[in-house]
C-alpha cells in the first residue's frame, strides 16, 4: 500500500506561484507513475500532469509551460512547480499513484489541497 499526503496549497494572486508537494510513503516497487488531478467546484477531476518512474513526464496542454512537476527520490516527494497561476486554476488538487503488482494495476489518492487563485 501506498500513501499520499499533500501540502502547498493556499491562496495567491492571479499571476503568482505555488509549489505543492506529495509525500510518498509505502512499498514503491511496483509504482509506475505519480501525478497531480484537479477538481473544480462542479467539473470532473482532470489531469495535471504526471510523472512516470522513468522520470518521464506528460502535462495536460493548458499546463504546459506554466507548471513543471519534478520528483525528489530521496525524499520520496513529488513536487507540482505551479507558475502564472490563473483564476482558472482554482481547485483542489490531488496527488495520484498508479502501479502494477502481479499483473493487476492499482491506484491511490490523495486526501487533496485546495489552491485558489485570485484575480
Known amino acids: 500500500q501506498v500513501q499520499l499526503v499533500e501540502s502547498g496549497g493556499g491562496s495567491v494572486q492571479a499571476g503568482g506561484s505555488l509549489r505543492l508537494s506529495c509525500a510518498v510513503s509505502g512499498v514503491l516497487s511496483s509504482v509506475n507513475a505519480i501525478g497531480w488531478y484537479r477538481q473544480a467546484p462542479g467539473t470532473q477531476r482532470e489531469l495535471v500532469a504526471h510523472i512516470r518512474s522513468d522520470g518521464s513526464t506528460n502535462y495536460a496542454d493548458s499546463m504546459k509551460g506554466r507548471f513543471t512537476i519534478s520528483r525528489d527520490t530521496a525524499k520520496s516527494t513529488v513536487y507540482l512547480q505551479m507558475n502564472s497561476l490563473k483564476s482558472a486554476d482554482t481547485a483542489v488538487y490531488y496527488c495520484?499513484?498508479?502501479?502494477?503488482?502481479?499483473?493487476?494495476?492499482?491506484?491511490?489518492w490523495g486526501q487533496g489541497t485546495q489552491v485558489t487563485v485570485s484575480s
Open positions: 495520484h499513484v498508479q502501479g502494477r503488482l502481479f499483473g493487476s494495476i492499482w491506484e491511490n
